[in-house]
């Protein structure tokens, strides 16, 4: 399995402006039930009314019913990140790991996971 996405789109926007979000995720090499979301975006004029948590929620959705056990995801402490952290986290997605310095001095990586049910 390979990359995959999940994508919000308005079907009442312009052709330019239908896409309003997207998720990208894959399987994590070497593991029998896990999968990393690697990367989520939203339009940044519709940030914060709820479409990042619809594209996650039927993310996880999606691979509870493919029997996947846990949801990995990585992000950064970097300034304009803050935001990602904090989102995840709301979201019930457990802290379980930082690399200090890992991106640069004082950019620190940091490993969240959630355990499907």
Not at 4 to 31: N, Q, W
Not at 98 to 116: A, E, S
Request: charge should be negative; hydrophobic fraction near 40%; include cysteine.
């Amino acid at each position: 399995m390979g990359y995959r996405t999940i994508v919000s789109l308005d079907s009442t926007a312009s052709e330019d402006e239908r896409l309003t979000g997207y998720l990208c995720f894959g399987r994590t090499p070497m593991t029998d039930a896990t999968v990393d979301l690697y990367w989520m975006a939203v339009a940044p004029n519709l940030q914060g009314k709820g479409i990042g948590r619809a594209l996650v929620d039927a993310f996880e959705v999606i691979m509870a019913e493919e029997g996947m056990r846990i949801i990995r995801v990585e992000t950064s402490t970097r300034e304009g990140y803050g935001k990602t952290l904090d989102f995840y986290l709301r979201l019930n997605y457990l802290e379980v790991g930082r690399i200090l310095n890992f991106y640069t001095d004082d950019d620190h990586l940091v490993t969240l996971i959630k355990v499907l049910s």
